[in-house]
């Protein structure tokens, strides 16, 4: 196990930089995601931790030792692909075993850890099958076992789980954080999809166009996003978001009465009212918006509702047994507190 840091990390093809400045510490033991859209160089990050790209400027560093200049196998790192990378002709027992072709340890040593780590997953039984015998899951889980056998400082996940179907996908989310439970290794994983961002993670960094956007806790990233993309990236459906102006302490929305909120604007300013789905409700009292049923979409215990306003479209949630018919008029209200408040030009938030 070990501790991880990014220094000034950037990374150019030619003239064109596509990362700028990477900044991270990553402690022993912790489960780090890197998540964003495609070509937003999460990837090329990972690959840069692994050896596997060069690195332009900055710095790497594992367990207090810079990196940059190391061999990939000299990293003390285990990575983890996407198409798994396991040999079709060998047994599982020997692709988990292609991990220590290069270890010192003895032959009775190297049986005692490909048996711990096919126990550990779950394995046992399988070790002398071949990969065309296996399903997509167990082949990951002997991607992850080849990983593992070393007992690598840091374990590298790049895109794992995206070859897998839905069902699968929710099962090696639930494995690979019982995992990390188990052996407690620093995990970095990387992933596009903010579902398996949010539930397996410590921390997540959010990157974007090779800028990190926001590094925090699931619940951090979620209920205090640090700016308009992370607030729609983050979250399904995403966070609604309505044009307004503040003067003074006065939000005012579209064709609603003025809120008094604690914020305060010296100027009349234009700004962006973020608001999740979750947290807007149907109100009989004061209502933020109001407008239209035009789609309903039944999840059982609760229907989405999209609502034609003018501040645009909004997606809202109702129960799932009585909720708004399509062309119904209705008032959404919400608590002040979940509301956030991101200034129109930047799209930062504002505190």
Do not use: W
């Given at each position: 196990?070990?501790?991880?840091?990014?220094?000034?990390?950037?990374?150019?093809?030619?003239?064109?930089?596509?990362?700028?400045?990477?900044?991270?510490?990553?402690?022993?033991?912790e489960?780090?995601?890197?998540?964003?859209?495609?070509?937003?160089?999460?990837?090329?990050?990972?690959?840069?931790?692994?050896?596997?790209?060069?690195?332009?400027?900055?710095q790497?560093?594992?367990?207090?030792?810079?990196?940059?200049?190391?061999?990939?196998?000299?990293?003390?790192?285990?990575?983890?692909?996407?198409?798994?990378?396991?040999?079709?002709?060998?047994?599982?027992?020997?692709?988990?075993?292609?991990?220590?072709?290069?270890?010192?340890?003895?032959?009775?040593?190297?049986?005692?850890?490909?048996?711990?780590?096919?126990?550990?997953?779950?394995?046992?039984?399988?070790?002398?099958?071949?990969p065309?015998q296996?399903?997509?899951?167990?082949?990951?889980?002997?991607?992850i076992?080849?990983?593992?056998?070393?007992?690598?400082?840091?374990?590298?996940?790049?895109?794992p789980?995206?070859?897998?179907?839905?069902?699968?996908r929710?099962?090696?989310?639930?494995?690979?954080?019982?995992?990390?439970?188990?052996?407690?290794?620093?995990?970095?994983?990387?992933?596009?999809?903010?579902?398996e961002?949010?539930?397996?993670?410590?921390?997540?960094?959010?990157?974007?166009?090779?800028?990190?956007?926001?590094?925090?806790?699931?619940?951090?990233?979620?209920?205090?996003?640090?700016?308009?993309?992370?607030?729609?990236?983050?979250?399904?459906?995403?966070?609604?978001?309505?044009?307004?102006?503040?003067?003074?302490?006065?939000?005012?929305?579209?064709?609603?009465?003025?809120?008094?909120?604690?914020?305060?604007?010296?100027?009349?300013?234009?700004?962006i009212?973020?608001?999740?789905?979750?947290?807007?409700?149907?109100?009989?009292?004061?209502?933020?918006?109001?407008?239209?049923?035009?789609?309903?979409?039944?999840?059982g215990?609760?229907?989405?509702?999209?609502?034609?306003?003018?501040?645009?479209?909004?997606?809202?949630?109702?129960?799932?047994?009585?909720?708004?018919?399509?062309?119904?008029?209705?008032?959404?209200?919400?608590?002040?507190?979940?509301?956030?408040?991101?200034?129109?030009?930047?799209?930062?938030?504002?505190?």
């Open positions: 196990m070990a501790n991880l840091a990014l220094r000034n990390l950037t990374k150019a093809y030619g003239k064109t930089e596509v990362l700028h400045g990477i900044n991270l510490d990553i402690q022993d033991g489960f780090i995601v890197f998540v964003g859209p495609s070509g937003c160089g999460k990837s090329t990050t990972l690959r840069m931790i692994a050896g596997l790209e060069e690195i332009t400027s900055g790497i560093i594992i367990d207090e030792r810079v990196v940059n200049n190391l061999e990939p196998k000299e990293r003390d790192i285990a990575m983890v692909f996407q198409n798994y990378a396991i040999y079709p002709h060998m047994s599982v027992k020997k692709n988990i075993a292609f991990g220590l072709r290069s270890s010192r340890l003895s032959k009775p040593e190297k049986e005692a850890r490909i048996s711990e780590v096919a126990e550990i997953l779950n394995m046992t039984s399988l070790l002398e099958r071949k065309s296996l399903s997509g899951g167990q082949r990951q889980r002997v991607a076992g080849r990983a593992m056998v070393r007992d690598p400082a840091v374990f590298l996940f790049d895109e789980l995206s070859n897998l179907d839905a069902q699968l929710t099962q090696m989310r639930l494995e690979i954080k019982k995992l990390h439970h188990r052996v407690g290794n620093t995990i970095v994983f990387v992933t596009h999809d903010q579902v961002a949010m539930t397996m993670a410590d921390r997540i960094v959010i990157m974007k166009d090779g800028h990190i956007q926001q590094i925090g806790t699931p619940a951090d990233v979620y209920h205090r996003p640090a700016n308009t993309f992370v607030a729609q990236f983050i979250g399904a459906p995403s966070m609604n978001m309505l044009p307004a102006t503040l003067n003074g302490h006065q939000l005012q929305l579209a064709s609603a009465k003025p809120i008094e909120i604690g914020l305060n604007a010296d100027t009349r300013r234009e700004v009212v973020g608001v999740r789905p979750d947290d807007l409700i149907l109100s009989s009292g004061e209502p933020l918006v109001a407008g239209k049923v035009t789609v309903r979409e039944p999840l215990p609760e229907t989405l509702i999209y609502v034609e306003t003018p501040g645009g479209e909004i997606i809202a949630k109702a129960d799932g047994r009585t909720p708004p018919e399509v062309g119904e008029h209705v008032e959404l209200g919400a608590d002040l507190e979940n509301l956030h408040i991101f200034d129109a030009k930047t799209g930062v938030v504002m505190s």
